[in-house]
């Protein structure tokens, strides 16, 4: 499956190194059930007009604790994987707000929260997408569906990674046919309120500090405790967020 | 109201500084329906066992980017106003984030987030509370209500505040008598397996970077973008979280 997934993406003109970070993220959501962040995307991604295949992203400032990056008209996926390679290269400390701007499509992101945390490093992370969400009793879209991804590293080698995304279903749903578009509205039912007010501050959130132009955020840390043995010995076999 | 709840706090030990601070939390947070967390709290207070009235807050650790606070025994209230009116005379730049150790209980985290962007700072504020959340399919308690709250600021002077818990009704609601017990589960319904991963992932992440023994993250930052005024607009009318 990987290796047929970096040949069609070679086909489309991305350099080896690039085919093989995309096919990794799209393999690895389809190995997870998330189809609609799946091998779907590889045909996506030839309808997107604006994808230039030799673009790079730069890491255009940085302070202690904090990091801001441009994707330069790279895919999304590239430009969290080498913000991701960077933490990793270079670790908090004790910690970082990370700002990627021009940064979409960004797929599953608790495929990122699990490579930092399986690297050691707490993390946060959310991203922008275009507007799809109504508020619960109607309206315009006001907010994408915006997931938050969280992750935990833990001594005992299977770090804990939630990732959730503020809607019913995901675009990739829509777009794998796993859902219709009247279905993409905030999840929780009588409380969609909840998951709308999450999906809209997360947007104002990102925006305020990456542009409109669909980015992401990203807190890193080093952690100072390791709370997810205790927490899978009190869930006893309960699955917790991002197990198999 | 206000002159009401500072001499019940005042006639609990707290000192004039304190019942003022505490007196206006539960003041706003009556005004803005959260009965859960208004007056009702002061009753509360006073069956807290550990709560020392001189107890105060320490900044405990800084690092550019990075602040680490440990309660010391004042109520959580206490030590998030004291850790915003820190953030506001200090402002990050750009981004900071702050670790509260030992920082319980925290009200209604909309509230500080509010402060916080009324100051022109962007922020996110998690914090934990005792578990009481199980998994949707039943199971021990593995999570607190662990809110989320993100503030925004606008220059048209209305900061967009989410504010978010993670249970279908809030502890409060359980000690004000509004919900039972039993109604204290992850919100969502059939989607509830969200608000318990969002739940969970805040535990694990609050956990790893303060300790088990509650405590509070806030990321905040300079905003680079102004990008409520848009969204307002956009919405033509329909309800911004936080809006009354």
Redesign the interface.
């Known amino acids: 499956m990987l290796d047929e997934a970096r040949r069609r993406l070679e086909a489309l003109g991305f350099s080896e190194h690039d085919a093989r970070v995309l096919a990794a993220h799209f393999v690895d959501a389809e190995r997870r059930g998330k189809r609609g962040h799946g091998l779907t995307r590889i045909d996506w991604l030839e309808t997107l007009p604006a994808v230039r295949r030799d673009a790079r992203p730069e890491l255009v400032a940085t302070?202690?604790?904090?990091q801001r990056w441009d994707g330069r008209g790279a895919l999304g996926y590239l430009t969290l994987q080498e913000v991701c390679e960077s933490q990793l290269a270079d670790p908090p400390?004790?910690?970082?707000?990370v700002?990627a701007a021009r940064t979409f499509p960004t797929g599953v992101l608790g495929y990122w929260a699990r490579l930092l945390a399986e690297g050691g490093l707490?993390c946060?992370l959310t991203a922008t997408s275009p507007?799809r969400l109504p508020?619960p009793?109607g309206?315009?879209p006001?907010a994408g569906t915006n997931p938050?991804?969280?992750g935990?590293?833990s001594s005992d080698g299977r770090p804990?990674?939630?990732?959730?995304?503020m809607g019913?279903v995901t675009y990739g749903d829509v777009l794998s046919g796993a859902a219709t578009a009247e279905e993409l509205v905030p999840?929780?039912?009588?409380?969609a309120h909840?998951?709308?007010?999450?999906a809209?501050?997360?947007?104002?959130?990102v925006?305020?500090?990456?542009?409109?132009a669909h980015g992401a955020v990203l807190?890193v840390?080093r952690?100072?405790?390791?709370?997810?043995p205790?927490?899978r010995a009190?869930?006893?076999g309960?699955?917790?967020?991002g197990d198999r």
Chains 1, 2 share one sequence.
Do not use: C, M, N, W
Not at 187 to 191: C, L, N, Q
């Open positions: 302070e202690p604790g904090y400390s004790p910690a970082r707000l700002v707490v946060a507007l508020h009793s309206g315009p006001l938050l991804a969280i935990v590293p804990l990674v939630a990732d959730v995304s019913r999840f929780g039912g009588e409380y909840k998951a709308f007010a999450l809209v501050g997360l947007q104002a959130l925006d305020a500090l990456a542009g409109e807190v840390a952690p100072q405790f390791d709370p997810v205790g927490l009190r869930a006893a309960t699955r917790l967020p």
